[in-house]
Nanobody
Framework: QVQVVESGGGLVQPGGSLRLSCTAS????????MSWYRQAPGKERELVAS???????NYGDSMKGRFTISRDNTLNTVYLQMNNLNPEDTAVYYC??????????WGKGTLVTVSS
């Protein structure tokens, strides 16, 4: 069983920045594909960014150029740096760990609120 825990959410003003962290344990972290998703009220969950075990990255269209995903395998942690935030980025952000065998594990989410 893989345990996934997000942190770093909170309230930020429009134009501000925030960094989310996600740790995963119970499996060799370096072999996990890690992804961030978000779900805004009344909307479907959408991909924010993902990073493979060899650090290839992929971003949702509305996040390109503003968000950066990275990983530190020594700390079993993946980060999501979010810059130039706007109210449309308000959502619960979820971290997902995917094993090479196709198993997926989700965290409980962390709330990001962008508001003045």
């Amino acid at each position: 069983q893989v345990q996934v825990v997000e942190s770093g959410g909170g309230l930020v003003q429009p134009g501000g920045s925030l960094r989310l962290s996600c740790t995963a344990s119970g499996f060799a972290f370096s072999r996990l594909r890690m992804s961030w998703y978000r779900q805004a009220p009344g909307k479907e969950r959408e991909l924010v960014a993902s990073i493979t075990p060899v650090s290839s990255t992929n971003y949702g269209d509305s996040m390109k150029g503003r968000f950066t995903i990275s990983r530190d395998n020594t700390l079993n942690t993946v980060y999501l740096q979010m810059n130039n935030l706007n109210p449309e980025d308000t959502a619960v952000y979820y971290c997902r760990a995917s094993t090479p065998f196709g198993m997926e594990y989700w965290g409980k989410g962390t709330l990001v609120t962008v508001s003045s």
